[in-house]
């Protein structure tokens, strides 16, 4: 088999490339038997990621990608208008954290392609450079996967990673000195805090940094590591080993934190994809008791989502319990109580509550109309709401640095507006530009983007919103290239921002889409449990409604229509296509779940059960079959072009997910059109590394356009 691929990769014209075909994938006879149902997965073998049959395999499909990819026209001028574009922004800075005076931040020069760690004295003083992970290690790109500074701002730990891998290593800076401790700790999935005695760290604890290893992310653990100490030693400080009877299941990430918003406890929780929150607390005097006495600060049933705000001992959060747009409750750490709660905010009937953060004096809430933010400010001493008219509509972002004032931030950003950012004084209600971050100015051409927002109805009569983004001028004739992109999961809305990707796409011509499928909750808890598990097929059938609603109203047509889904967006993408081929002309799965019944049998898989299902139960096993798009390829059907992509170091999507729905519809499609797996050996789900993502996304969006006849994405001649 390798030596038919190779010979064909060296005798291909570039003019004969689309009717080129791999040979094809071997199958298998493997099966699995579930309620008495069996289950055939003929691509089990790629399932055997280290095995060097599927190494070869993969690099072949690697090689045939690239050998394609680089030889479409426009695919190069793309990365060049993101770089433009890119260099065109001031710096970025980001991740702003206070303490003890200090504001520690990540920081990206136009044209870099990571962030180095800053820090200053108070929001006027001199930025000094902290670390730099482009020089550090010579040979290797890094980027920063977290830090946190010291209580008394003297320490930072910064955890740093490699090729996307979200696998790091912690090391400990001595900020005057600007160089670090002794200390390295690996591997990690990054640190947590602090000890308020300034001498410890707590951090996520990793068994092994093989991504691949289907036990890798079981039974993690939170480490207690002393400064200056040999991590060997570090203690078991929460897990499931450490504290039995709170029967932490193995998928979940047993976490602990603290915060200078009440020093008088020791909070701990217990990580996965479920919305409701699971929380414990201590007093600080049990710190370093050996054994903590863990009290319940909240428990799935209290339904409590979306976060957690301390204000000294009163506790804030949202809830869904009888409210499915969402309400704020209230109670107090000296008496827990969240059945008898006070109600700071009643549910809206046309706004969902989506986030809150307080500064000294008040807590904001920031609401959505399904497209556009609204906020509001409750004054903590006296319990009156009002609400701040913005500066412009579109998705807005409220943070406090220091929360012991009144000054915070906001940042808004909206289809066809840049993100722009804000100093406001809460008292005041007084907006004046950003200190930290200056509004980019983009081309002119980028201020004639038109924006659409219509509601299509879904298979069921259910009105589904859908976003719309063009040039202006375009006619709706029905031959437009179009590019929809969705995803649909874990309550995950599409929000509106300004996706400088897509948009240098819009103005080429193409119709740039985003439906907001059931499974996200731009409509509320409701909206979100209509595309989950059993209610799952929603999602991509409101996608499907949408496909059509753009062919109907002549924005494109099935010949030119193409659907992206990434990472949980791969349920929406792989589905879609294999149940409506007829709708589209090309399809990215990107980084995507294409294999959901399996999903639960790869490293991060457990961990997704509460958001997708579990095979062990015989509704759940059901519902990931009519997930799964692997298992509905049909041989024989004339499927649409498809690429698939994976980052080989991938902690979260394992890449025979991708690579076996691949692998089927090379063997299946009828079509003629190219279907292709692309492989990136230096990114995992993601990178910060914009040289690899600009090259990444260039190659999906260059080989949608030339399967849609886009005009500047054609194949070079020989």
């Known amino acids: 088999m390798k030596k038919a691929i190779v010979l064909a990769i060296c005798l291909y014209s570039y003019s004969s490339f689309a009717q080129l075909k ?154 005057a000195a600007k160089k670090f401790l002794k200390d390295k700790i690996y591997p990690t999935a990054g640190v947590e805090g602090w000890t308020f005695d300034n001498k410890s760290i707590m951090y996520q604890w990793l068994k092994t940094a093989d991504n691949k290893d289907p036990l890798a992310r079981l039974n993690t653990k939170t480490k207690l590591h002393k400064m200056g100490g040999n991590n060997k030693g570090d203690i078991d400080f929460f897990s499931n080993a450490s504290y039995p009877d709170l029967k932490i299941d193995p998928k979940d990430y047993p976490f602990t934190f603290t915060t200078n918003d009440n020093r008088n406890y020791v909070f701990a929780g217990q990580g996965n994809v479920q919305p409701e929150m699971t929380l414990y607390y201590a007093p600080i005097s049990e710190f370093y008791s050996g054994k903590i006495q863990w009290k319940v600060l909240c428990k799935p049933e209290n339904k409590l989502v979306r976060g957690m705000e301390f204000v000294g001992d009163k506790v804030f959060s949202i809830t869904y319990d009888g409210a499915k747009n969402y309400k704020l409750l209230a109670t107090d750490l000296k008496n827990v109580d969240w059945k008898n709660a006070k109600t700071i905010a009643e549910e809206k009937k046309d706004q969902t509550l989506e986030y809150i953060t307080h500064c000294k004096d008040y807590l904001f809430m920031v609401y959505s109309d399904g497209i556009n933010n609204h906020v509001y400010k409750y004054n903590l001493a006296t319990g009156k709401t009002s609400v701040i008219k913005l500066p412009f509509t579109g998705t807005a972002g409220v943070f406090c640095i220091n929360n012991k004032t009144n000054d915070c931030t906001v940042g808004i950003t909206s289809w066809n507006k840049p993100y722009t950012e804000f100093d406001f004084n809460a008292t005041a209600e007084v907006f004046t530009p950003g200190i930290f971050n200056k509004a980019p100015v983009f081309p002119a051409a980028y201020k004639n983007l038109v924006v659409k927002e219509v509601e299509v109805k879904g298979h069921d009569g259910v009105m589904v919103p859908l976003s719309i983004i063009y040039k202006r001028g375009t006619k709706l004739n029905g031959n437009n290239v179009c590019l929809m992109d969705s995803y649909g999961a874990y309550g995950i809305s599409m929000v509106p921002y300004f996706n400088y990707l897509e948009n240098a796409l819009a ?126 390829v049909v041989n024989g059907t004339k499927y649409p072009a498809v690429i698939c992509i994976s980052g080989w170091n991938d902690p979260r999507v394992v890449p025979w997910e991708p690579g076996k729905f691949a692998a089927a519809l090379q063997n299946a499609t009828s079509s003629g059109k190219p279907v292709i797996m692309k492989i990136n050996y230096n990114d995992g789900h993601f990178t910060e590394d914009k040289n690899v993502t600009f090259a990444n996304f260039a190659d999906q969006f260059a080989f949608v356009m030339w399967q849609c006849g886009h005009p500047d994405f054609q194949l070079k001649k020989q």
């Open 22 to 175: 791999l040979a094809a994938t071997k199958t298998v006879d493997s099966t699995d038997t579930y309620f008495g149902t069996t289950y055939k997965d003929p691509y089990r073998w790629l399932e055997h990621i280290k095995d060097t049959a599927v190494v070869s395999w993969f690099k072949q499909q690697a090689n045939y990608s690239k050998g394609m990819l680089n030889n479409i026209k426009g695919r190069d001028e793309l990365i060049a208008e993101w770089k433009k574009l890119d260099k065109l922004q001031p710096p970025q800075i980001n991740e702003r954290t206070y303490m003890k005076g200090r504001i520690f931040y990540r920081k990206t020069l136009p044209g870099q392609s990571v962030g180095k760690l800053y820090y200053r004295e108070g929001t006027s003083g001199k930025e000094q450079l902290l670390f730099d992970p482009l020089t550090y290690i010579k040979g290797k790109t890094l980027s920063i996967q977290d830090f946190t500074p010291s209580f008394d701002a003297k320490y930072v730990a910064i955890a740093y990673s490699e090729n996307g891998a979200e696998v790091s290593t912690i090391r400990i800076m001595d900020v």
């Open 507 to 632: 103005l080429k011509g193409v119709v740039i889409a985003i439906p907001h499928v059931r499974g996200g909750s731009e409509k509320g808890e409701t909206w979100y449990r209509a595309g989950y598990k059993a209610t799952k097929p929603n999602t991509w059938k409101d996608f499907n409604s949408c496909a059509e609603y753009l062919i109907a109203k002549k924005y494109t047509n099935p010949s030119k229509l193409a659907g992206m889904g990434t990472s949980a967006g791969g349920v929406l993408i792989s589905r879609a296509i294999t149940e409506r081929p007829d709708l589209y002309a090309a399809a990215i799965c990107n980084v995507g779940c294409a294999n959901a019944m399996r999903l639960e049998f790869s490293a991060n898989g457990p961990v997704n059960i509460p958001e997708f299902g579990t095979v062990k139960d015989s509704i759940e096993c059901r519902a990931l079959y009519e997930m799964d798009g692997m298992q509905h």
